[in-house]
């Protein structure tokens, strides 16, 4: 397992931008499909983005495909979350997430659940004022 801690959350207007981290502890790092998530007060937590453990591969939910990238640093232990065009229904906390297993593949017709994660950080929140 790793350890997980966010960074980069804040307050931003519609249209905005904001840029998250989360950054690994743990040599193993690399070898994780790593995911971030988040969970809108009053809602269950719910997948926003995943990246292979190479990096080459990722999927977005619907409701951020076009306006959220992530990617990650292998060399540095991180994976980032880009946030543009941001909605105030983005407002959430987001979650990092890196996978219970090491070296897995998914296909691009798997849903994604918190149940795939098995180390979770401690969330960072972003709110998006309109």
């Known amino acids: 397992q790793v350890q997980l801690v966010e960074s980069g959350g804040g307050l931003v207007q519609a249209g905005g931008s904001l840029r998250l981290s989360c950054a690994a502890s743990g040599r193993t790092f690399s070898s994780y499909v790593m995911a971030w998530f988040r969970q809108a007060a009053g809602k269950e937590r719910e997948f926003v983005a995943t990246?292979?453990?190479?990096?080459?591969?990722?999927y977005y939910a619907d409701s951020v495909k076009g306006r959220f990238t992530i990617s990650r640093d292998n060399a540095k232990n991180t994976v980032y979350l880009q946030m543009n065009s941001l909605k105030p229904e983005d407002t959430a906390v987001y979650y990092c997430?890196?996978?219970?297993?090491?070296?897995?593949?998914?296909?691009?017709?798997?849903?994604?659940?918190?149940?795939?994660?098995?180390?979770w950080g401690q969330g960072t929140q972003v709110t998006v004022s309109s």
């Open positions: 990246i292979s453990w190479r990096g080459g591969t990722t």
């Open positions: 997430a890196a996978d219970k297993s090491r070296f897995k593949t998914y296909v691009s017709s798997w849903s994604f659940g918190s149940a795939d994660f098995g180390s």
